[in-house]
């Protein structure tokens, strides 16, 4: 109810703006009488975009029918009653509006919310502002902006006065020219009188002719004055229009497409578009206006041509004029949400597309059509070159065509392709050590549609941000180092999609923490000595020299060090180890890395350094070197084979395989001689709130099995009955062994129940489908 509360406390024209939020879609009174309730719900939980969130919205609906009809039954008096009839009034005429399409009501309420936020925001920056604290950049440029839309309601309100002051002067310019006319004819109309009869009357006209002559020349040198002025005047608002277009379009739009670009990153949501779009409405507004005017002028000149340079300077500011319109129209045709950039062929996909003025223009008078094509690189830059390109692809684009729709309550043209899929794709031949996942593509949305009653026609299109597509999933890693390296260092406005192929090592850190916040949802990304590890990595031949290892802010990394060379005495490059790492974490891990207990960028020899300095049972984790996606516990114990000798041991690498069998905290449980977390944290302060809680008692006289992992060189007694053992990995040692106790009788183990396969083989998955086989075969005692 905050909201509404400083809602309305809002003044002037932001108080005008949150009132033409409401109407017969949404009325006021709901607002004011359900604020608590609207305000409490959770709108932005619904994804407008999915048909399978109905559902949710159609609860949203019928909660909100029975919050209005409790509203109205605690109503009571005279007043009371009056308001009971409107409530349920509202309520049937809610209900038969949205019933049949509840996700419109979730938009209509979100674009309320959300417009009703910023309009607050804005008057509170408005009013620190005059209290003389200072504006940030953002605030000053929407001032910036909303003070010239000022200046230009002013400018074209004073060109309408004068306009209408030519046109009454130009009237009465005509009935002065008829009167003139007049006069002539009854002069001449004397000519068949008598002399003496004629002469008086005829020196009156003749002295009345003159008059209105002599005016007529003067007041045709005024209107021409008229004219010229106004048409100065017209030239300085174009000035201006062009100016504010400039501003919005090449540098407020830019930036939120760059925005919306390293979102794709995992940035943050790039937002503003509803703001983005009042600014374009006033705009196409302000222009049409102008236009209108221009255009009226161009009437009145033909209506009385004089002499003059009029029709020429009237011609020029119309082109100019109709230019600025058409520059606004196709610039505004842009993708609310983007198809995703890793696109995989045969699955479906969705796109938005939205036109910033169609709703001022009334292009939803007659929806225009909205085609969508998939095109390769070299088709963008002819389409950006004006070379035609009609009726070229890269390939076939299924529910490709979609109806622009116009949503009355959020005032927004837009078409959602919800069901689009990749039949197929035809590739280019690639260049030199180029791969197939370094190919970009892009798909062309454009349309068609008139204005003015088809007095301008315009056709619109907008390209999407590169596309990679891939067949396989195997493909999707090195697809997303392609996608995030062009997201991160493209350039506005470049020719379609060079990006540069050296950058600074810092721009890839940033744009690697980006990345990894995003997929931890995580305000706790790359600490600085985590970047000067991926450093270490990335340059491992500076690592020998004499200079500063974690002086690397003037180094450059290639395209092909990122991802295309593998790393020294690896199959892999370092983008795909840093990519493993990301996946694991965000699959099995993101609680304890957001926890602080997972120190992860640390090599084998630093961990050692840390490890010896702590007592025994210290231990830390930390991501494999040699295996994607790996991570691994290294602790200090003493040296069971040499009294008196520490050692740090290594635990083999975990993957995602070994943490969907048994998380990573019941691990660490299991592991009795791990007691502390490095430096000093008791593990089970640490870890204790993801540990599985203890099986249930038998069932029916069945016992559940469980799994638990050991390493023997560490292990204490055990009195629990079945549990899955695990050899230690020294630094020095990387063998493992397998064990089941007690025996059982199974064909998959050997006499002293050991599973009998080779080392390489997943053995955890043995394990794992042997415990899905029927009980009474594995576990049961005779008489079950």
Known sequence: MAMWIQAQQLQGDALHQMQALYGQHFPIEVRHYLAQWIESQLWDSV??????????????????????QRKAQHQVGEDGFLLKIKLGHYATQLKGTYDRCPLELVRCIKHILHSEQRLVQEATNASCGSAGQALDSLSQRHQQINQAFEELRLATQESENELRKLQHSQEYFIIQYQENHRIQAQINSLATLPLAERTPRETTLQSKRATVEAWLTREASTLQKYRLDLSEQHQKTVNLLRKQQTLILDEELIQWKRRQQLAGNGGPAEGGLDVLQSWCEKLADMIWQNRQQIRRCEHLTQQLPLPGPMEELLSKLNSEITDIISALVTSTFIIEKQPPQVLKTQTKFAATVRLLVGGKLNVHMNPPQVKAVIVSEQQ?????????????????ILNNNCVMEYHQATGTLSAHFRNMSLKRIKRSDRRGAESVTEEKFTVLFESQFSVGGNELVFHVKTLSLPVVVIVHGSQDNNATATVLWDNAFAEPGRVPFMVP??????????????????????????AEDNLVFLA??????????????EDHSSVTISWSQFNRESLPGRNFTFWQWFDGVVELMKKHLKPHWNDGAIMGFVNKQQAQDMLLSKPNGTFLLRFSDSEIGGITIAWVAENPNKTGERLVWNLLPYTTKDFSIRSLADRISDLNHLLFLYPDRPKDEVFAKYYTPPLSKAVDGYVKPQIKQVVPEFTTPNPEPVYMEQAASPTISNTTTFNIFPPMSDPMLDADGDFDLDDTMDVARHVEELLRRPMVNQWSSPQS
């Open 380 to 396: 963008a830059k002819a389409l950006l070159k004006n070379e035609s390109t009609r009726n070229d692809s890269s390939g076939e």
């Open 536 to 549: 270490q990595k990335a340059f491992p031949s500076n690592n020998n020299n004499n200079s500063n290892p």
């Open 501 to 526: 192929d050296k950058v600074l090592w810092p721009q890839l850190c940033e744009a690697l923490d980006m990345k990894y916040k995003a997929e931890m949802h995580s305000g706790r990304g790359l």
């Open 47 to 68: 994804e407008l975009d999915n048909p399978a969130e109905e559902a949710k919205a159609k609860h949203l609906l019928d909660s909100l029918m029975a919050e209005l």
